[in-house]
């Protein structure tokens, strides 16, 4: 918390055993290869891939966003209320060309004394300034004003297979090039926000109702699917119980408490 507080950042060695590791990674690339196949692939120019809405896309994944180390980061950045906006996967392939520098809270026209969002890149390989390690810019999550920074300005985030990057979400970042002759560089995106702001991924209506009908309800608050300080409501603002589209929500009544139209 020290270092996020100063650098805006911090590395997190073993953060996933070994065998966590491998698995997610091996999924990642499973996923990847399929979405290729069946025309879903999301490229980046010129042959990065994202991967979208993971949680729809195996339960080691969901499970990665109840880690220990979440709870422990996202409490201390955004509140204990924090909740899940997207968790992604990328692919950052041999000639990749560098991601622009961006702050993830760069939706919001002003600067922040406290950050709204926050993110975590789970290593799935060796992170290293030739592989295309995340680029960042220490120290510009202090920076009121954006100002503009060129890969001169920046690091590459390094750190063996199963280590955690956390940064901050004001912070300046980009995927970095990857500037090996064959070597994928592969990690996984999950991306935290305070409970009132509008999350990237929309999963009231992505998420897959097989996983909605099974997930623990733990998960699913880190979802929105509970109702926070009154905000996402369907009704009365202080029900405890998870959220469901309403099969018979009321309508334009009478007086006496007779169905009308107007």
């Not at 196949?37 to 990065?48: K, M």
């Amino acid at each position: 918390m020290e270092d996020l507080a100063r650098h805006g950042y911090c590395v997190v060695a073993d953060a996933l055993s070994r065998e966590q590791c491998a698995r997610l990674r091996e999924r990642v690339v499973e996923q990847a290869k399929g979405e290729v196949a069946t025309g879903q692939a999301f490229r980046e120019p010129p042959d990065n891939q994202r991967i979208w809405m993971m949680v729809n896309k195996g339960a080691m994944f969901r499970d990665l966003v109840l880690h220990p180390l979440v709870a422990e980061t996202m409490t201390g950045l955004l509140s204990p209320d924090y909740l899940l906006s997207s968790l992604t996967a990328n692919i950052a392939r041999p000639g990749g060309t560098p991601m622009y520098l961006h702050r993830d809270q760069g939706y919001i026209d002003f600067w922040t004394p406290k950050p709204v969002v926050a993110n975590i890149a789970w290593m799935l390989d060796d992170f290293s300034d030739v592989n295309g390690g995340t680029r960042l810019v220490p120290g510009s999550h202090l920076e009121r004003e954006n100002r503009k920074y060129t890969l001169e300005d920046t690091i590459a985030a390094e750190g063996p297979a199963g280590a955690a990057l956390v940064f901050d979400g004001r912070l300046f970042h980009g995927t970095g090039p990857n500037r090996t002759p064959a070597e994928e560089r592969h990690a996984i995106l999950s991306y935290y926000c305070r409970p009132f702001v509008r999350q990237q991924e929309n999963f009231f209506l992505g998420l897959h109702p097989a996983v909605l009908a099974q997930e623990r309800d733990e998960f699913l608050r880190r979802l929105g699917y509970f109702i926070w300080a009154g905000l996402g409501r369907t009704n009365v603002p202080g029900d405890k119980s998870r959220l469901a589209a309403m099969s018979d929500p009321t309508g334009p009544l009478d007086a006496r408490g007779n169905a009308i139209t107007c």
